[in-house]
């Protein structure tokens, strides 16, 4: 069992920036391949990134492609999303997600998931 915990979400203006992090307890971090979802309102979840357990292996939703990076402290049991030149269509919870090795940005496929944190950008 892993349990995530979501943080660094927060109000900012477009163009601004935040880094959100998703610190892992529980089974072995290293072990897992980590995502990013996000869920705005009255959508459904959507894939932002993910990233393999050694890192190998990153990728983007073509929305924040060029703008968001995803990078994982396997030391410090910690992912983190970095977000740059924020648009107010980025406002969404923002979820963190755990499973199984290997590269994945179907939501159903990871098994553990963060309570998630708000990200709020506007105009």
């Not at 402290?73 to 997600?97: G, H, I």
């Amino acid at each position: 069992q892993v349990q995530l915990v979501e943080s660094g979400g927060g109000l900012v203006q477009a163009g601004g920036s935040l880094r959100l992090s998703c610190a892992a307890s529980g089974r072995t971090f290293s072990s897992y391949a980590m995502g990013w979802f996000r869920q705005a309102p009255g959508t459904e979840r959507e894939f932002v990134s993910a990233i393999t357990r050694s890192g190998g292996v990153i990728g983007y939703a073509d929305s924040v492609k060029g703008r968001f990076t995803i990078s994982r402290d396997n030391a410090k049991n910690t992912v983190f999303l970095q977000m740059n030149n924020l648009k107010p269509e980025d406002t969404a919870v923002y979820y963190c997600a755990g499973g199984e090795e290997g590269y994945k940005s179907t939501d159903t496929r990871y098994d553990y998931w963060g309570q998630g944190t708000q990200v709020t950008v506007s105009s």
